[in-house]
Structure formats: structure tokens, C-alpha cells
């Protein structure tokens, strides 16, 4: 029988009070035991919010609660001084995508993780959603691919805000951001990409000063002969995400809540839907992780698996620099 695990939340932005915070009253393998910021009245008033101590230093509460895994929720650049620390006093961590703002970044992590022991998950929350996971089924139908289209947009109404709009804090814009999650189904259903070629735009708040894109397109080759392009931007509405891969027996479509896969003239010979879209993710996401702590399910995210996400980021920002396809694998260690 598993045991309930002890969760610290680092980090207590948007992402922390809206996904983690209320998931971890919702799961049934992990509690709540402290929370941690850099801001002393945020830390405050959410510790006070939810009955459990508050702390300012990540090592102070390591050392005093020595919780079983820390949820963190920082902004990129903070990412690696959270994972070092928590290596370094033994406790697992769950992180908030991107895994690490560069692929160098992303070599050591995984190493360091390796060497000290501790599992760390990438809260890539499509992994353990049933319809994405259904999807390699369906691409098995329609033959070898060669098309491939990805889409993810939304508006925020102030793409320059925050560390968001600095390139060198958040490791890039929407692209190693929101875009994430698409890099990652791509790597996912069909592996690395031999040759990338990208174009980006920080042009959505004239007059703003913020260099991280806030608009991304990406063009992609195989040389499986598999071609296509990822539209990445949070400046133009309406939301939508979609990734739609077509060989030469039909196209498979993967949206919020519906997985297709249509004949080759686009009729619709199956559909899945899941309602509600999104059942309860972050839960979900911790609940898991504590069964990977247990040792009875496999981590479908920990640091090697994404070590493709940080070279295929690495091409895209090299090729709109250099104007000339990139092949990611130069990026890999």
C-alpha cells in the first residue's frame, strides 16, 4: 500500500495557485506540507491560505519539513538553482516545462539527477492524457507520414510582461514556453526532426520593450520524407491547438478533448472524444509521480526524454540567426 507522500510547492505564481495548489487538495497520494517564494507576503498569505508553513529559502525547508518532492513552479532562469538544491538534500522534483532554458543546461540536469539519485518529471501534462496516448495507435493506420501541421495559439494581453518578455531569463518566448507542449507530441509521435528552420517575431505590443517572440513559425524535414510546420503564438486568438499528421491512408488529428483519424479525403472514419477535455491534470500529473516515487508506474518524462526538447529549441533560435536550415542533433550531448 502506498504511502502518502509529503509535497512542497516552489514557486507561488499563477501556475501554482491555479493548477498545483488545488491539485494537491484533489489527489489521493500526496499532501501538502509547505510552500516557498522569494516574495515573504506572498509566502505568507498563501501558507497561512492553506494551514502549512511558509518559507522564503528552499534549503531552510528542505532541511526543517524534508518533504518526499518539491512541485516546482519558477520562472525559467530559477529553474536549475531549484533542481540543484533539491539534488542536493535528496528530495524528488516535479517541474514546470521547459526542463532547462538551453541544451548545455539540460546536459548537466540530467546528469546531475543520475548521479544523485532523484527522480524528476516534466509536467508535460499530454503524456498522461488518455486521447494523446491513444494517438500513436491511429498514426499506425494511415502508412509512413509526410505532412505534418501543429498549431497553438492564444492571445495574452501583454506578451511583453514579466521575465516572459526577456529572452535570457525565460530561455526564449512562446516558443520554449506554450510551444513546449507541441515540441514535445512532435518528439513524441515521431522523433526528432534531421532539419529545422525557423522564424520568429516579437512584434504583437509596438513600442514594448521585450525581445522573447511572441509569435513562431517552424518548418520541419525528416528524411523519412516527412515534412511540415508548428504556428506557435500567444498574441493572435482565437485559442486553438491542434497537431495533424497525414500519411497516405488518412490524417490523424489530436485537439483539446477529440482524437480523429480521417480517410484521405478528410471524411472521419473514427473519433474519440474525453469529456471534460482536461479531467483534473495537475491531480493527475501528481498522483503519478507518486506512484513513480513507489516504483510502480515508469517516469514518462524525466530529464533524458527531454534533452531532444532543449536541441530541437536550440536549432530553431540558431536557424532564425543564421537564416539556414539547422539539424537539431548538432545540439544533442
Not at 509596438?206 to 506557435?232: F, I, K, N, R
Not at 488518412?250 to 483539446?256: I, L, N, W
Request: proline share 8%; aromatic share 6%; with cysteine.
Amino acid at each position: 500500500m502506498s504511502v502518502t507522500k509529503r509535497a512542497a510547492v516552489v514557486g507561488l505564481g499563477s501556475q501554482a495557485h491555479k493548477d498545483h495548489l488545488p491539485a494537491l487538495a484533489d489527489c489521493r497520494l500526496a499532501e501538502l506540507v509547505a510552500v516557498c517564494d522569494v516574495d515573504a507576503d506572498r509566502t505568507e498569505a498563501t501558507a497561512k491560505a492553506h494551514q502549512v508553513p511558509g518559507f522564503t529559502d528552499l534549503t531552510r525547508l528542505l532541511e526543517e519539513v524534508r518533504p518526499d518532492f518539491v512541485i516546482a513552479a519558477v520562472p525559467h532562469h530559477v529553474g536549475r538553482e531549484v533542481i540543484e538544491v533539491c539534488a542536493r538534500a535528496g528530495a524528488h522534483v516535479m517541474k514546470e516545462k521547459p526542463f532547462a532554458t538551453d541544451p548545455h543546461e539540460a546536459a548537466e540536469l540530467a546528469a546531475l539527477c543520475a548521479k544523485t539519485g532523484i527522480e524528476l518529471m516534466v509536467t508535460v501534462q499530454r503524456r498522461l492524457h488518455p486521447l494523446y496516448a491513444a494517438a500513436p495507435g491511429l498514426l499506425a493506420q494511415i502508412g509512413t507520414p509526410y505532412l505534418i501541421e501543429g498549431r497553438y495559439t492564444f492571445h495574452c494581453p501583454d506578451p511583453a510582461a514579466g521575465w516572459r518578455g526577456r529572452a535570457d531569463l525565460a530561455g526564449g518566448g512562446c516558443l520554449a514556453d506554450m510551444g513546449y507542449h507541441l515540441i514535445d507530441l512532435l518528439i513524441w509521435y515521431l522523433g526528432l526532426p534531421d532539419r529545422i528552420l525557423a522564424d520568429t517575431s516579437a512584434a504583437a505590443a509596438p513600442g514594448a520593450d521585450y525581445d522573447a517572440e511572441d509569435t513562431a513559425l517552424v518548418h520541419l524535414a525528416y528524411d523519412s520524407g516527412l515534412y511540415g510546420s508548428l504556428l506557435v503564438s500567444r498574441s493572435a486568438g482565437p485559442r486553438t491547438e491542434r497537431l495533424a499528421v497525414t500519411g497516405p491512408h488518412g490524417t490523424v488529428t489530436v485537439e483539446r478533448g477529440t482524437l480523429r483519424r480521417l480517410d484521405p479525403a478528410g471524411q472521419v472514419i473514427e473519433s474519440l472524444v474525453r469529456e471534460p477535455a482536461w479531467p483534473c491534470a495537475p491531480a493527475t500529473q501528481i498522483d503519478h509521480f507518486c506512484r513513480v516515487l513507489d516504483g510502480t508506474s515508469p517516469n514518462p518524462s524525466g530529464p533524458a526524454a527531454h534533452l531532444p526538447h532543449a536541441a530541437f529549441l536550440a536549432a530553431a533560435y540558431a536557424s532564425q540567426a543564421a537564416n539556414r536550415p539547422v539539424d537539431p542533433k548538432e545540439f544533442l550531448a
